[in-house]
Nanobody
Framework: QVQLVESGGGLVQPGGSLRLSCTSS????????VAWYRQAPGKERELVAS??????TNYADDVKGRFTMSKDLRNTAYLQMNNLKSEDTAVYYC?????????WGQGTQVTVSS
């Protein structure tokens, strides 16, 4: 059973930075794709960033240039978030594909407010 655990969320002022972590119970390289999603109150869950096993990344238009996704050599994927805006406030989720099966983490809250 694959487990994904997100961490690193919190309260930050506009313009600030946070780094989210998604730690897997197995090697991060087992996954075909690892992605970050977010869901703001009253809104649909949306894709923020994704990374293939080969390291190719894609970003939503509203985070390009501000967010960077990476992974280490073991079992963790990261989302570095800079120049945060109030509209980035949401619960952030990690999603990973093992073959055709998708796994989700429990989410971590990010609140951007002065």
């Amino acid at each position: 059973q694959v487990q994904l655990v997100e961490s690193g969320g919190g309260l930050v002022q506009p313009g600030g930075s946070l780094r989210l972590s998604c730690t897997s119970s197995g090697s991060i390289f087992n996954f075909k794709v690892v992605a970050w999603y977010r869901q703001a109150p009253g809104k649909e869950r949306e894709l923020v960033a994704s990374m293939t096993a080969g390291g190719t990344t894609n970003y939503a238009d509203d985070v390009k240039g501000r967010f960077t996704m990476s992974k280490d050599l073991r079992n963790t994927a990261y989302l570095q978030m800079n120049n945060l805006k109030s509209e980035d406030t949401a619960v952030y989720y990690c999603k990973a594909f093992l073959g055709t099966v998708a796994y989700w983490g429990q989410g971590t809250q990010v609140t951007v407010s002065s």
